[in-house]
């Protein structure tokens, strides 16, 4: 039912991912797997931003990094401090979002997961661009970019959008 879940995430159908993934979890519980319960809880925590119910999504990434910290799960964590940094920066608390997404790229960068940091990169570049430092957030988005094309991650296109929309109202270069 989790896997059912996430299929419903990556089709943008988040109602029925949120209700799978809480049938998967009942379900999960009764085995006593914390990784299990994390991926169940996180798919809820995903589904919750989809639907802007950031307070909601909040509560299941908390319970998902106090398991993954538990069980001493370190992709997992970084992947939680990502979505818990969305979630402050959906509800408007930027300093709380920039304290996550700080985090995040820490434990990116220690388990050089590149791609992790070029999306918390391009997360720190919205978060300051939103609160009026576009030259702190031109520069993250600038690293991020650099990361996911050397990926040949998509996200690249999106961030160069990004940049050259934002150059073409301050005049800055996109490179």
Known sequence: ?????????????????????????????G??????????LGNMGEACLGLHRYEEALGHFTRVLGLCREIDHR????????????????????????????????????????HGEGITLKHLGTVHHAVGRPDTGHRYWREALTILECLGDPEAGGIRALLAGTAAATAQPVS
């Open 75 to 114: 992709h997992g964590e970084e992947l939680t401090l990502i979505h818990l940094g969305e979630a402050y920066l959906g509800l408007g608390r930027h300093d709380d979002a920039v304290g996550w997404f700080t985090e995040a790229l820490h434990l990116c960068r220690d388990l050089r997961d590149r």
């Open 31 to 40: 085995t006593g797997s914390p990784y299990l319960e994390g991926i169940a």
């Open 1 to 29: 039912m989790s896997n059912i879940g996430d299929a419903y995430l990556g089709m943008g159908r988040y109602h029925e991912a949120l209700e799978h993934s809480r049938s998967a979890l009942a379900i999960i519980r």
